[in-house]
T-cell receptor, first 116, second 110 residues
Framework: GAVVSQHPSWVICKSGTSVKIECRSL??????MFWYRQFPKQSLMLMAT?????????EQGVEKDKFLINHASLTLSTLTVTSAHPEDSSFYIC????????????FGPGTRLTVT | DAKTTQPPSMDCAEGRAANLPCNHS???????VYWYRQIHSQGPQYIIH???NNETNEMASLIITEDRKSSTLILPHATLRDTAVYYC???????????FGTGTLLAVQP
């Protein structure tokens, strides 16, 4: 399957600072990437759809001014958590849909964010 | 909201077949059934998908009932490394937005 990487794999930051998480598709170009958040012992929650060259589409209840998404190239999407607070501590995971017509999505290994 | 119902947990003995059920009684004609799994603290992994026919690949088999209202994922010879949360997802494929339910925690016992 396709390889998706995330960087960093874990990060600790202080409350009020911003954190950028990168998602890279290593062996194919992706016009669409997805960002999920997962709290401990809970399921994955879709946050937004990242579209290359255009604005991201956010799910209901997700603050777009707090979670900035940039999909500047066909292999890279970034999620910036702005003015992070302890309640933003979570596991952030991206996924990639290779091309239209391919059903499976490939997920990154996740980024563990802890805000102190 | 997730369109599927799965038991919260199951146990399986190592080497035996693991049969994971999923109910999707409101599935529509153009929606596929997808299975993913998530090993602890990792990103989910695609397993298999199907529309109405049974499917098999190197990881698992997917059995879909004739009315398509339920399905079963079969891991033919479970190993300890198959311990994970298994998610059954129904999606039409147009947007590819995967909405995860609560899944089934499969614990493979030695």
């Amino acid at each position: 399957g396709a390889v998706v990487s995330q960087h960093p794999s874990w990060v600790i930051c202080k409350s009020g600072t911003s954190v950028k998480i990168e998602c890279r598709s290593l062996d194919f170009q992706a016009t669409t990437m997805f960002w999920y958040r997962q709290f401990p012992k809970q399921s994955l929650m879709l946050m937004a759809t990242s579209n290359e060259g255009s604005k991201a589409t956010y799910e209901q209840g997700v603050e777009k001014d707090k979670f900035l998404i940039n999909h500047a190239s066909l292999t890279l999407s970034t999620l910036t958590v702005t003015s992070a607070h302890p309640e933003d501590s979570s596991f952030y995971i991206c996924s990639v849909r290779p091309v239209a017509g391919v059903h499976e999505q490939y997920f990154g290994p996740g980024t563990r964010l802890t805000v102190t | 909201d997730a369109k599927t119902t799965q038991p919260p947990s199951m146990d399986c003995a190592e080497g035996r077949a693991a049969n994971l059920p999923c109910n999707h009684s409101t599935i529509s004609g153009n929606e596929y059934v997808y299975w993913y799994r998530q090993i602890h603290s990792q990103g989910p992994q695609y397993i298999i998908h199907g529309l109405k026919n049974n499917e098999t690949n190197e990881m698992a088999s997917l059995i879909i009932t004739e009315d398509r209202k339920s399905s079963t994922l079969i891991l033919p010879h479970a190993t300890l490394r198959d311990t994970a949360v298994y998610y059954c997802i129904v999606d039409g494929g147009a947007t590819n937005k995967l909405i995860f339910g609560t899944g089934t925690l499969l614990a493979v016992q030695p």
